[in-house]
Nanobody, 120 residues
């Protein structure tokens, strides 16, 4: 089974930056997509950003222009660079990987989450 471990969360002031990492136990090059989700206090889990094996990226409207998702296949690591952070970005951020674009076939892997708190 694939293990995903997030790191890089913490407390940051509004307008600040933070970079999250998601280290995989094995190669990430064969995942169809890797994603960052987040769940704020009392909120539903939401998709923040995704990147496919081909390098296509997508972002939630709320973070577009501020966040950037990337991966380093050689390091088996997914990243989320977060800039211009806002209090509403406060959440537990989860790394996710999918093996297939097809829901009936995909295997899903989740990290344990890392807390990001944006507050003055």
């Amino acid at each position: 089974q694939v293990q995903l471990v997030e790191s890089g969360g913490g407390l940051v002031q509004p307008g600040g930056s933070l970079k999250l990492s998601c280290a995989a136990s094995g190669s990430i090059s064969n995942f169809y997509a890797m994603n960052w989700y987040r769940q704020g206090p009392g909120s539903q889990r939401e998709l923040v950003a995704s990147i496919t094996s081909g390098g296509t990226t997508n972002y939630a409207d709320s973070v577009k222009g501020r966040f950037s998702i990337s991966r380093d296949n050689a390091k088996n690591t997914l990243y989320l660079q977060m800039n211009s952070l806002k209090p509403e970005d406060t959440a537990v951020y989860y790394c996710h990987a999918a093996t297939s674009m097809f829901p009936v076939r995909t295997k899903n892997y989740w990290g344990q989450g890392t807390q990001v708190t944006v507050s003055s």
